[in-house]
């Protein structure tokens, strides 16, 4: 079983930066490959990106919309991954969710891929 708790999120200007990190706890995270998702009410889960995570080069995947704008990177020694949210814009608003998960394919993109979540936290940009 992994725990995940992601922090970071808040309000923040359009054309402003946040970071948004996941700790997880409870077993190996190394091997987990890792994943970024934000939801609106009403709406279905979206991805937004995934990083790798068992072998010493990552990889990492991003959606078309934040493409350039964000990055994620991880921290093993920390049991840390992150997203780094550049250039933000209003409809970046949402609740972003961190997952993991063994699974190892190419559909990475897909919600239902992914093993373990987090709470959950909102990004809000507005002026």
């Known amino acids: 079983q992994v725990q995940l708790v992601e922090s970071g999120g808040g309000l923040v200007q359009p054309g402003g930066s946040l970071r948004l990190s996941c700790a997880a706890s409870?077993?190996?995270?190394?091997?987990?490959?890792m994943g970024w998702f934000r939801q609106a009410p009403g709406k279905e889960r979206e991805f937004v990106a995934a990083i790798t995570g068992s072998a010493a080069l990552y990889f990492a995947y991003y959606s078309d919309s934040v493409k350039g704008r964000f990055t994620t990177a991880r921290d093993n020694a920390k049991n840390t991954v992150f997203l780094q949210m550049n250039s933000l814009k209003p409809e970046d608003t949402d609740v972003y969710y961190c997952?993991?998960?063994?699974?190892?394919?190419?559909?990475?993109?897909?919600?239902?891929?992914?093993?373990?979540w987090g709470q959950g936290t909102q990004v809000t940009v507005s002026s």
């Open positions: 997952a993991g998960t063994d699974y190892s394919g190419s559909q990475y993109w897909r919600a239902d891929k992914y093993d373990y």
């Open positions: 409870g077993r190996a995270f190394s091997g987990q490959n």
